[in-house]
């Protein structure tokens, strides 16, 4: 049930609405964020940093960097950015840790089990569950996916991929259909963001570096301002 109350954006959320212009000035995202400063809805959104713990998921071609922790560190930034923009945001981990319980007989199983308890204990809005691909060294681009013949999700999907492709070096062309745990998982909208390519060595060096984990977490934003819109 979607809430009414709506929130005030004081004077302390627009100065740091403006630190954040000028942060992020070599950014090509302002005139969007201009007109996105406005009084919104309070959303809950649930952030999934995927995997973590025993499953690392994959691995740099390059550095070896784990997704793991890859996810962590855009779960975070994007944590904050959300909530300068009036979002109520519940993470389904803020350390390297899985969500298993040490005793589970199949952690990976438990560990998917407590992420869609999570999401559907907290009256959550919408999910965005955060990943990074891996195929082979050719394959790039960010892309959201959705659960199947689920249209709102596909409709977040599709705005989220429209800022990629505006502002993110070679992104996909079109969002997928994907058979995911947690799209299918959950009743409310929900897209998995698979960032980019670990597998590919030119896209891992982009994925590692500060400056595109700032320009896919606010593509990301501006689809979803753009969803509730
Ligand atoms: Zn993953």
Request: with cysteine.
């Amino acid at each position: 049930m979607k809430k009414i109350n709506y929130i005030v954006i004081n004077k302390k959320s627009i100065l740091i609405g403006l630190i954040l212009f000028l942060i992020l000035a070599c950014v090509p995202l302002i005139p969007s964020l201009a007109t996105a400063i406005s009084p919104k809805a309070q959303y809950t959104v649930v952030i999934d940093a995927g995997h973590g713990g025993i499953d690392g998921g994959s691995v740099g071609i390059s550095t070896g960097v784990i997704e793991s922790e890859l996810n962590l560190d855009y779960a975070l930034t994007l944590r904050d950015l959300m909530q300068e923009f009036g979002f109520d945001v519940i993470m389904t981990r803020t350390t390297s840790g899985g969500l298993y319980s040490p005793f589970a007989t199949n952690k990976k199983k438990d560990d998917m089990q407590k992420r869609k308890e999570l999401i559907e204990n907290a009256n959550t809005d919408f999910v965005i569950s955060l990943h990074m691909n891996s195929f082979n060294g050719n394959a790039r681009g960010a892309q959201v996916f959705y659960g199947e013949s689920d249209e709102p999700s596909k409709t977040l999907a599709d705005n989220i991929q429209k800022y990629f492709i505006k502002y993110l070096n070679q992104a996909r062309k079109a969002t997928s259909v994907g058979d995911y745990y947690v799209l299918n998982a959950v009743k409310c909208p929900s897209v998995l963001v698979e960032c980019g390519y670990l597998s590919n060595a030119d896209e891992e060096a982009l994925l590692i570096s500060e400056e595109y984990k700032k320009e896919v977490c606010y593509s990301i934003l501006l689809g979803v301002l753009e969803y509730f819109d």
